[in-house]
């Protein structure tokens, strides 16, 4: 059974850093695409980012380019988002997802696998 359970998140003020994690266990990581996508209270799942096989393949949603970074260590079947310069309008629950093949995407209904999702607050 795969398995995608995240961690790292928290409480944090504006313009400060979080760096979250998502291990991945039950299925070839390597050869998988991640997602990340958040959800605040009130609001529909939104895009975060997505990475393909190797770090040099990534897509970001507009709202948080040049201040999230993704990154994935296939040895350990880790995804990472780190987070610098957060806005409070980051607060919300983040997921990480799994597309077993294809190159990443927006589309939600592409990845078949999910976490529990991680809270992430950031106060003014």
């Known amino acids: 059974q795969v398995q995608l359970v995240e961690s790292g998140g928290g409480l944090v003020q504006a313009g400060g850093s979080l760096r979250l994690s998502c291990e991945v266990s039950?299925?070839?990581?390597?050869?998988?695409?991640m997602g990340w996508f958040r959800q605040a209270p009130g609001k529909e799942r939104e895009f975060v980012g997505a990475?393909?096989?190797?770090?040099?393949?990534?897509v970001y949603a507009d709202s948080v380019k040049g201040r999230f970074t993704m990154s994935r260590d296939n040895a350990k079947s880790t995804l990472h988002l780190q987070m610098n310069t957060l806005k409070p309008e980051d607060t919300a629950v983040y997921y990480c997802?799994?597309?077993?093949?294809?190159?990443?995407?927006?589309?939600?209904?592409?990845?078949?696998?999910w976490g529990q999702g991680t809270q992430v607050t950031v106060s003014s």
């Open positions: 997802a799994l597309r077993p093949f294809g190159i990443p995407t927006i589309r939600a209904n592409a990845y078949s696998a």
């Open positions: 039950g299925t070839s990581f390597s050869a998988a695409v």
């Open positions: 990475i393909g096989w190797s770090n040099d393949n990534r």
